[in-house]
């Protein structure tokens, strides 16, 4: 069974960091490209930072220059660096990995998501 488990949410102040981790349960390369998003109270899940299986990263504007999105193979993992916090940031933040399939489909899997807290 596919399943991807995050970890590293909790309470920071403003202007600290968390790395938050995404673990795969298989290969990370099952995936054809990895993202977070997050989603706030009240509001819709938005995404933030994606890296496709060859590395390639993208980043929303808001977390541009404050995050970053990398991977281990070896550890079938996907972390999020967080720096430079701001209170805006509080969310619970989700793991997705998509999967395209043979016939040109997407397959989505998501992570149970994890809290973070930015407090001012």
């Known amino acids: 069974q596919v399943q991807l488990v995050e970890s590293g949410g909790g309470l920071v102040q403003a202007g600290g960091s968390l790395r938050l981790s995404c673990v795969a349960s298989g290969s990370i390369f099952y995936y054809n490209a990895m993202s977070w998003y997050r989603q706030a109270p009240g509001e819709q899940r938005k995404l933030i930072a994606t890296?496709?299986?060859?590395?390639?990263?993208n980043y929303a504007d808001s977390v541009k220059g404050r995050f970053t999105i990398s991977r281990d193979n070896a550890k079938n993992t996907v972390y999020l660096q967080m720096n430079s916090l701001k209170p805006e940031d509080t969310a619970v933040y989700f793991c997705?990995?998509?999967?395209?399939?043979?016939?040109?489909?997407?397959?989505?899997?998501w992570g149970q998501g994890t809290q973070v807290t930015v407090s001012s």
């Open positions: 997705k990995g998509v999967r395209l399939t043979v016939g040109g489909n997407s397959l989505d899997y």
């Open positions: 890296i496709t299986s060859g590395g390639s990263t």
